[in-house]
Structure formats: C-alpha cells, structure tokens
C-alpha cells in the first residue's frame, strides 16, 4: 500500500506525530491483550491438568500466569513504532527469560541435572564445560506472531495511514 501526497508549490508540509503515536500505542496494547487471551485459553484450571504439556504450533498452556503478565508495551521515542517484550521469568528463580524460547522453540540443555565430576576441566584456571549430556528440543508454541498477525489482519495498515493523514497539515510559506 502507498501512500501518495502532492503538495502544491509555495506550501510545506508539518507532521503531527500525536495520532500516529496513538494509533500505534492502541495496536501493542491489542497485539498484547491477544496474546494474552492465546495464553489464557489453555490456562490449566486444575492442580492436576496444571502438568499437562502444550502440542507443538499451539499457544504454551499457562501454568502460573507468569507469562501472560509479563508483557510490557514500549512506544518508540521517535514515534514511528512500539516494542512488545515479554519479560517473564522462569518460575525456578534462575531469571533466564523464557517468553522466546516458548515463541521460537530451542534446543540442547543438560535436563536439569548436576554435571559429573569428570565433566569440568581447568583451562587458564577457568572452569570450562567439556561435555553437555542431553539434547532436549523444545518445539515452538507460538503466541505473540498469531496475535500480531490477527490485529494486522484487522486493518492495522489503514488505520496507521489515517493517523499518518491525519497528523499532516500544510503551511503556506
């Protein structure tokens, strides 16, 4: 989609950045409130169902709302975009974010148990990490892309044009 202007000789051009700013503040709110609802729906709702595992290419099943809280809407300082980050933690305490490998998937990983003796060696009097055991792949359970793309499909483009036209004023001079 382009946008066209013309502007007549003599005349200059004043952007008003206010409704695009607006516009896009609106379209991270709704892109996070979707990806809430993504992850909601699969909240387990049972002590027992609360070990239950997400399907791979589904939204992660929520557990302890860690997830769904954790997201944070940043407006640009020029004013041309937004950033969605998810900030959760993982439940364990080890302040590793999580938010993308549940989005992107990941692989490897020691499966949480302790390294053996013989698996570390001294190296310029650093311990290094000789061996890894365990390959855990972890599919990807997407939720912020399902919820952008839904809020793309619900004409995001058309309103941030009409913001963008709204914003432009002519001056004589």
């Known amino acids: 989609m382009a946008l066209k202007i013309s502007i007549p000789p003599g005349y200059s051009i004043i952007a008003d950045k206010g409704p695009l700013k607006a516009v896009l503040r609106a379209a991270g709110a709704e892109v996070a409130a979707r990806a809430r609802a993504l992850i909601r729906s699969g909240a387990a709702t ?3 169902a609360a070990r239950r595992a997400s399907v791979a290419g589904t939204p992660p099943v929520g557990r302890t709302g860690n997830l769904a809280r954790g997201m944070k809407i940043t407006l640009w300082r020029d004013g041309q975009g937004v950033t969605i980050k ?4 993982s439940p364990r305490g080890s302040g ?3 938010a993308l490998f549940l989005e992107k998937g990941a692989q490897g990983g020691v499966g949480g148990r302790a390294p053996k003796r013989n698996q570390w060696k001294k190296i310029n009097r650093q311990r290094i990490r000789v061996s890894v055991s365990g390959t855990r792949i972890l599919q990807p359970h997407p939720f912020m892309e399902p919820a952008l793309d839904q809020v793309v499909a619900n ?3 058309v309103r941030v044009r009409d913001a963008v036209v709204s914003g432009l004023k002519f001056r004589r001079g």
């Open 96 to 98: 590793a974010p999580y």
């Open 46 to 48: 049972a002590k027992r």
């Open 86 to 89: 998810d900030t959760a933690r």
């Open 155 to 157: 004409n995001l483009a």
